[in-house]
């Protein structure tokens, strides 16, 4: 499902060819569920030898116009003004993926329970990203946000007390997980241990305009902490503590919960859906496969969306049963069943 002013923008960016092969190359992506180039440059339906399809699909990654800039951001800034109010809160994800000599740093949106990538750039180096590359990748999305309450959202890889004060600068709000050995200003020169808190299982805290960080202090901040109640055999190992600026902590803790969303989507691009680790692809290619595999993967949720505004779910999947919390099948899913139900028939 694309838009025709997309398939404008295609056309005025790519040539006759190269429309009709990213034409095919997209369906292709989505059935087979892979980006390797092996296993594409097999099923590819052009009439040349598997080599010479291999050496297409390499040089059609190459191209350079290929890019997030000019092939993705169009589409998901229209996606935005369609679906999205002006004023309406939206949460952005970030974190990273590792694999081999790979270190991918990923931004996503939430939208239905799931993270869509919105920018993707690759680290020069192994582990955990800086300062500088966190930053330089917001960059690139938030100018896309600007009529949009914005919620940044990020693991304890992210809780930086400088990336605070900058979305703070930039007038974003953030959900930053802490670790447990971090200090805050409980009360006038007295610090404390996050995990001497006193909090256990079915317990939590909030702290607003604290003192954080005691070796550089800096003021303003304030502090989620709760720890999940047991629930029979399920045990919660440890609590959640989130550095933000949100002002309560149910507000605090709902948002934080819609990071969980950018799981799904690396668990659906990895090894039970894409299998992105199992190319061979890097630099420029590798970034470029995922441009492909991003607009392949958002066509599910994209689909779903539509058919959720029309009478037409049912004939798709099952619907929410009136006893049940959630849907059977959720946007995304309802996408990918209607296309293979249309094709089906």
């Known amino acids: 499902m694309i838009p025709t002013f997309y398939l404008i923008h295609l056309k005025k960016q790519l040539s006759s060819a190269q429309f009709k092969l990213i034409g095919i190359l997209l369906p292709l992506i989505q059935s087979e569920k892979q980006v390797r180039l092996e296993r594409l440059s097999r099923v590819f339906p052009y009439p040349i030898t598997t080599e010479s399809r291999r050496r297409k699909l390499q040089r059609f990654l190459d191209l350079p116009h290929l890019t997030i800039s000019l092939i993705w951001f169009p589409l998901i800034t229209y996606w935005l003004i369609t679906y999205c109010r002006v004023g309406q809160t939206l949460s952005i994800v970030i974190d990273r993926s590792q694999w081999g000599c790979i270190n991918l740093f990923m931004v996503s949106l939430i939208w239905e329970r799931r993270a869509i990538p919105w920018y993707w750039s690759l680290l020069p180096k192994l582990g955990n990203s800086s300062f500088e590359s966190q930053t330089t990748n917001l960059q690139q999305v938030l100018p896309l946000f600007s009529e949009y309450k914005v919620i940044v959202l990020g693991n304890r890889e992210f809780c930086s007390v400088d990336l605070g004060n900058w979305l703070r600068e930039k007038g974003v709000s953030f959900c930053l997980r802490m670790k447990k050995n971090h200090c805050i200003e409980t ?33 303003g901040f304030d502090v989620a902490c709760k720890w999940k109640r047991n629930y029979g055999a399920w045990k919660v190992d440890e609590a959640w503590f989130i550095l933000t600026d949100l002002g309560s902590l149910p507000v605090a803790i709902d948002a934080y919960k819609q990071r969980m969303g950018i799981e799904e989507m690396f668990r ?16 420029e290619r590798l970034i470029n496969m995922i441009l492909l595999m991003t607009r392949s993967y958002s066509s599910g949720i994209f689909q779903g969306t539509e058919m959720n505004k029309k009478p037409v779910q049912k004939y798709v999947s099952c619907r929410k049963e009136p006893k049940k919390r959630y849907q059977r099948r959720r946007t995304f899913g309802v996408g990918l069943d209607g296309e293979k139900w249309v094709n089906y028939l």
């Open 187 to 219: 009360e006038h020169l007295v610090w404390q241990r996050l995990d001497e808190l006193g909090i256990v299982s079915g317990t939590s805290l909030y702290f607003q305009g604290k003192r954080v960080r005691k070796t550089q202090p800096a003021t």
């Open 268 to 283: 659906n691009c990895k090894t039970v859906g894409y299998d992105i680790e199992g190319t061979s692809l890097k630099g």
